[in-house]
């Protein structure tokens, strides 16, 4: 081999395991720190219910103004991790247990249900007014019509049936590192569902079954680091093809 092939292999080596040894962290898996839900089917001063102690394995999602109510059922989930931690671009993935919502309107194979995971401009655990928080500022129904944020296309998932279902929440995660948005907070909704259909489908309460609702964050690699790799593999690519060129030579 020559010295020129030599240090050609070489420096792609070297750019190949500086990156490696740089590249993205590892997934990193973050609980739900609490989790509840509101619905206009709750009556009197407890508007917010699943917190621990009150019994409720299983919350639901709701179409818009269910069978005659105002609003939506909605779930919340809080996260208590430290978001800086990250830096540039992630990819966040939310994991939910989708199971029946025990009222005989949930989604199935022939009739799915569109989910939709939004961030919030206010934190619901602290603004809703309920006999847990009395000194809460909001009713749940003004809560949901101003302070959900309208949910991007990836963070919507069709539901039809139980088991795992997850929503690319990237964008909001993202605006929680930039710091644009210090809400730890994800709502669960069905306002973008278009079926025309009425649906009361049912999630796990993560509080009574943990592990049932988790984020996986992992960073993303920026473009210039895609680019790096690609020239690194290029080249040893280009020295092996050499050095086996050279070997079959007469």
């Keep these: 081999m020559t010295i020129r092939k030599q240090a050609v292999r070489a420096a792609g080596a070297v750019m190949l395991g500086t990156l490696l040894a740089s590249g993205p962290v590892h997934a990193i898996k973050i609980d739900v720190a609490e989790d509840v839900m509101t619905s206009s089917f ?4 407890n508007a917010v219910r699943g917190y621990a102690g009150d019994n ?3 919350f639901r999602v709701s179409t818009g103004n269910p069978f005659g109510t105002v609003g939506a059922e909605t779930i919340y989930l809080a996260f208590d991790y430290d978001f800086s931690t990250f830096s540039g671009p992630v990819s966040a993935i939310l994991t939910v247990q989708s199971t029946s919502g025990g009222f005989g309107a949930d989604a199935s194979a022939g009739n799915p249900f569109t989910v939709s995971a939004h961030g919030v401009a206010a934190n619901p655990f602290t603004a809703i007014t309920d006999d847990t928080n009395p000194g809460g500022s909001v009713s749940w129904l003004n809560f949901f019509n101003q302070s959900i944020l309208p949910a991007d296309v990836a963070a919507r998932s069709v539901v039809s ?4 279902v997850t929503f690319d929440v990237s964008a909001i995660v993202g605006d929680w590192i930039s710091g644009s948005n210090a809400v730890h907070v994800l709502a669960l909704t069905g306002v ?3 079926s025309g259909n ?3 489908h049912g999630f796990l309460n ?3 079954a943990p592990g049932s609702a988790f984020l996986t964050v992992s960073a993303v690699p920026e473009p210039e680091t895609h ?3 690609l020239a690194g593999l290029g080249l040893l690519g280009l020295a092996r093809r050499r050095q086996r ?3 079959a030579a007469p």
Excluded at 161 to 164: C, F, P, Q, V
């Design 227 to 229: 680019a790096m790799l």
């Design 206 to 208: 993560n509080t009574e």
């Design 56 to 58: 409720r394995p299983v």
């Design 198 to 200: 009425e649906f009361l």
């Design 161 to 164: 049936g139980s088991g795992a």
């Design 42 to 45: 709750f009556q009197g001063a």
């Design 245 to 247: 060129a050279a070997e």
């Design 192 to 194: 973008n569902d278009t």
